[in-house]
């Protein structure tokens, strides 16, 4: 299960940029999907996470700015951020594990199984 993260870019604040993540394997499985980010000599934080049936989880930081979607068919996980701030500047990471349902709170990294590379996100 490879995950192909891309759409990363450096874009001054108040920009918008759309990551995707592209994995290999079965489109007909239940996923608990999400994505995370890592600035510079911080901890990696939960961003946005897509339930198996649709429900989203965002973080406070980002909420009302980024959406998180995806197509099954395509078996791609997006994430579309507006209104970018320097404090968005980051690796991004997409992230996944097969289940029926997501936990309660499922912005904890330790809880997937299969990880993206990352991709560089720069505000300034």
């Known amino acids: 299960h490879v995950q192909l993260v891309s759409g990363g870019g450096s874009v001054p604040p108040g920009g918008s940029l759309k990551l995707s993540c592209a994995a290999s394997?079965?489109?007909?499985?239940?996923?608990?999907m999400a994505w995370f980010r890592q600035g510079p000599g911080k901890d990696r934080e939960g961003v946005a996470n897509?339930?198996?049936?649709?429900?989203?989880t965002y973080s406070d930081s980002v909420r009302g700015r980024f959406t998180i979607s995806r197509d099954n068919a395509k078996n791609t996980l997006y994430l579309q951020m507006n209104s970018l701030k320097p404090e968005d500047t980051a690796m991004y990471y997409c992230?996944?594990?097969?289940?029926?349902?997501?936990?309660?709170?499922?912005?904890?990294?330790?809880?997937?199984?299969?990880w993206g590379q990352g991709t560089q996100v720069t505000v300034s």
């Open positions: 992230a996944a594990r097969i289940a029926a349902s997501c936990p309660g709170d499922a912005l904890h990294a330790s809880y997937y199984t299969v």
């Open positions: 897509l339930n198996s049936d649709g429900s989203t």
């Open positions: 394997g079965r489109t007909d499985r239940q996923y608990c």
